[in-house]
């Protein structure tokens, strides 16, 4: 398997900036798609935004278009979440997560495609 590790959380007021970074460890000659989650209290994991392998391609859930995006450095094999304009409805326990194999692009929201899971991180968003 993989281990993953995020990193860069923090608390921020509203309006300002983040850039978490998720290191990848192991087998890390398997390693496709990669994603962020987040979880708020009482709430479920939901999709954030997901990276293919070459870095190609980016999708993200609604509610943060404009204002997050991702990268990756494969030669770190490290992937990055830059959170702009952070809302306190952002403050959650944020994860990345790793396709360790190839699989459909439509399917990056799901929690259920992903292979390996980091510890979190968390985000806190003051007003």
């Known amino acids: 398997q993989v281990q993953l590790v995020e990193s860069g959380g923090g608390l921020v007021q509203a309006g300002g900036s983040l850039r978490l970074s998720c290191a990848v460890s192991?087998?890390?000659?398997?390693?496709?798609?990669m994603g962020w989650f987040r979880q708020a209290p009482g709430k479920e994991r939901e999709f954030v935004g997901a990276?293919?392998?070459?870095?190609?391609?980016?999708d993200f859930t609604d509610s943060v278009k404009g204002r997050f995006t991702i990268s990756r450095d494969n030669a770190k094999n490290t992937v990055y979440l830059q959170m702009n304009s952070l809302k306190p409805e952002d403050t959650a326990l944020y994860y990345c997560?790793?396709?360790?194999?190839?699989?459909?692009?439509?399917?990056?929201?799901?929690?259920?495609?992903?292979?390996?899971w980091g510890q979190g991180t968390q985000v806190t968003v003051s007003s």
């Open positions: 997560a790793v396709q360790r194999t190839a699989r459909s692009w439509y399917n990056i929201w799901s929690r259920n495609e992903y292979d390996a």
């Open positions: 990276i293919t392998r070459s870095g190609d391609r980016t």
């Open positions: 192991g087998r890390t000659f398997s390693i496709y798609t």
